[in-house]
């Protein structure tokens, strides 16, 4: 059972958290009814909620156009960060993930030369789990990275089968196959490899892009095959995928996508 399940959320700070998220991806000011109607929240609770924001500082209110923003006020949980080691606020993110889903989970730089470096990885010890020395390097178009990362790049199907030709497969997907993988994660930002890169290792992968769309950082699960089944990988896509696209606003300052 998963942790959303057995724990009871407040839902008036799950709306307050959705509403300074909406302010921060928006960049301009907007007034309560229309930010209530994008959110879909009732009118009436979204000015409660941008009201008490207001008076907090995080939120800033224009009397003339009565429209909001993001308050100075936020800079006061942001400065401590500010000087941090990306790594390390990534770090419990992708730790909550192994122990939830009882993976392991690998965190990769992507380089400007086509490879992929492990710069960290976290593990459970329920399981039996494949070892990856840190400072491994593989080709950036292998596994579930290389997928996400030919989508992307909104790379051609030519320049993907180049990229895919660059790699060492155990056993070789094909690039028809591959091809297929990198159109789905256009969509899904996702991308799946059962034993392709390495016989029998199942991978599950998202990556981070940077403010420009440049990928940056690559993340995958790594299971032997048969640890979990289809319906259990999807569920560490999910979660990997809500990770990078918080690595992407908070690391990056990356804006959401309309």
Same mark, same amino acid.
């Given at each position: 059972m998963s942790d959303d399940i057995r724990q009871k959320f407040v839902p008036a700070v799950q709306n307050a958290t959705r509403i300074l998220r909406? /302010? #921060?991806a928006r960049g301009r000011p907007i007034g309560a009814t229309l930010l209530a109607r994008e959110l879909e929240m009732n009118v009436s609770s !979204?000015?409660? *909620?941008?009201r008490t924001l207001t008076h907090e500082g995080l939120v800033s209110f224009d009397p003339a156009s009565k429209n909001y923003r993001l308050g100075m006020g936020i800079m006061e949980y942001a400065a401590p960060l500010m000087g941090a080691n990306p790594t390390d606020l990534i770090r419990p993110m992708l730790n909550e993930i192994a122990q939830q889903h009882e993976v392991m989970i690998a965190l990769w730089q992507i380089t400007q030369t086509d490879r992929i470096v492990l710069i960290?990885?976290?593990t459970t010890e329920r399981v039996v789990q494949a070892v990856i020395a840190r400072s491994s390097r593989l080709? &950036?178009?292998g596994g579930g990275v290389g997928? &996400?990362?030919a989508a992307a790049m909104n790379l051609t199907k030519e320049e993907t089968r180049i990229g895919y030709e660059t790699v060492r497969w155990q056993s070789a997907p094909g690039f028809d196959a591959y091809w297929q993988d990198v159109e789905v994660a256009r969509e899904t930002g996702t991308a799946f490899d059962y034993g392709g890169l390495f016989r029998g290792l199942e991978i599950v992968a998202a990556l981070a892009r940077d403010a420009e769309g440049i990928p940056r950082i690559g993340m995958s699960s790594i299971t032997i095959a048969g640890q979990q089944d289809k319906e259990?990988? #999807? !569920? &560490? !896509? &999910? @979660? /990997?995928? @809500?990770a990078a696209d918080q690595i992407e606003r908070? *690391?990056?300052g990356r804006q959401a996508e309309p």
């Open positions: 909406f /302010l #921060a !979204a000015f409660n *909620i941008l960290d990885r976290f080709p &950036v178009f997928r &996400v990362y259990s990988l #999807a !569920a &560490v !896509a &999910v @979660s /990997l995928k @809500s908070g *690391i990056f």
